[in-house]
């Protein structure tokens, strides 16, 4: 199989071909979550000792089984808008509004009067909101989230620090916002960052924990510090696996100097991206000017990840796992962009050919939740293997 070495265990999916293509019977494009993955994945982070609360950033898949799965594992859930918080308690109608946590970017008003209607913990990252709607959030206790001056992560486009970046309140308006709740009864029992997302330095979290927690000895109320999500999987065959053992160090580490607080992480990717797999099929295989390309029935709709970041994902052909002839493809798929494509200069066997299934690795996370109906092509199915 030209498709690198394995990462930790083999992927769910090795040794179930035969499975894989009689679900893409059913219709492609297909995402397939293996729960099993999930779950290990969720216990890895949730045994770490200085970890307190682990809520999951629903963002990167919001499927009421791995919804589930998660919240069976001890997990809150991490929301960033309405429809999540709903879609959450629609799963899970007993879940306690405390393992709800609601982290939007310029909602509106009537969101977060929902969400604090709901019981949910709501953080904000900004002073206007609270001078605006100064009766939505007097006498609340919130979170609040900071900007520290500059963000991180797999691509610019998911770094969420620093003046570009739309996210959280700059240092300069801190001493302000601080003075402002006061004014209206409002406290601040914990103080949020999430710098990027892909982000692979382990020490990374640690230093957001100092940082935050110097500023929440100067606040005085704060009893939670969440210290984002971001922690990467290992997308490509040359990269290494995250080093959880020195995370987890790190972590411990900091928390010992400052002891008083609650430390929390908001993981989306880590714990569903190599649970999910994309089957999409083979449509057409085209030669032009020296480049094969191998069409699917499903592109950036389906997957918009390289379109959209460039970012790598492994692909398999699964109907033709032969040590026979390869040959070089830029997989694309069907839609009329020259940015569909879902990977380039990838090795496949060279008689691909129309009706052959493609196995897209490491799909759960920011896959069916970022797919679109873009050309009116329907969205991917969804399955789970429980
Ligand atoms: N917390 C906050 C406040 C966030 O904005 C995010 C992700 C997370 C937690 C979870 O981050 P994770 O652990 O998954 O890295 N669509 C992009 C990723 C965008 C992430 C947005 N925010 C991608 O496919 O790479």
Redesign the pocket.
Known sequence: IAFGAPKRAPAWWRGRREALLAIAQQGTPRYVYDLATVRERARSLSETAAVDRCFY?I??NSHPAILKAIAGEGFGL?C?SQGEFERVFATLPDLAPGRVLF?PSFAPRREYEAAFERGIIVTLDNIEALQRWPEVFRDRTIWL?IDLGHGE???E??R?GGVAAK?GLPMTRFDAFIEEARKLGVRISGL?A?L???IEDPNHWRGVYAHLAGLADSVGTIETIDI????PIPYTPEAPQFDLALWRDGLAEIKSAYPRYGLVI?????LVAESGALLLTATQTVEKDGVRRVGCDGGMNALM?PA??E?YHGILNISRLNDGETAVFDVVGPICESSDVIGRGRTLPADTREGDVLLVADAG??GMA?ANTYNLRALPAEDVIE
């Open positions: 950033a963002k990167a991490e960033v982290t989230r992560g797999h691509h486009k998911v969420t996210f949020h999430h990027g997302s892909g984002g999500g971001g922690l908001e993981p989306g990717r880590y990840r959209m970041y970012a996370a920011y970022m």
